[in-house]
Nanobody, 118 residues
Framework: QVQLVESGGGLVQAGGSLRLSCAAS????????MAWFRQAPGKQREFVAS???????NYADSVKGRFSISRDNAKSTMYLQMNSLKSEDTAVYYC????????????WGQGTQVTVSS
């Protein structure tokens, strides 16, 4: 069974930085597209950033220029470097793995809380 475990969340002041990690197991990590999503209280889950197997990246407009997604295939780990954090970035952040046969992100981690105080 695929496991995705996020870490690195916490409480940070506005303007600060955090680095999230997503450790994957029981999956061919190097052959899997990955992404970060987030869900704020009372809101729907939204896309944050994605990275293909080849390292191509895509970002939500709200985080462009502030967040950076990366992956280390040797460690089966994905990262999200978050800089210049804003109060509106407060959410539970989830990592997700893409399933080609279903053509959607279908494996999810348990989430890590990011709280940005203003």
């Amino acid at each position: 069974q695929v496991q995705l475990v996020e870490s690195g969340g916490g409480l940070v002041q506005a303007g600060g930085s955090l680095r999230l990690s997503c450790a994957a197991s029981r999956i061919t990590f190097s052959g899997t597209a990955m992404a970060w999503f987030r869900q704020a209280p009372g809101k729907q889950r939204e896309f944050v950033a994605s990275i293909t197997t080849g390292g191509d990246t895509n970002y939500a407009d709200s985080v462009k220029g502030r967040f950076s997604i990366s992956r280390d295939n040797a460690k089966s780990t994905m990262y999200l470097q978050m800089n210049s954090l804003k109060s509106e970035d407060t959410a539970v952040y989830y990592c997700a793995a893409y399933r080609l046969e279903l053509r959607r992100y279908d494996y999810w981690g348990q989430g890590t809380q990011v709280t940005v105080s203003s």
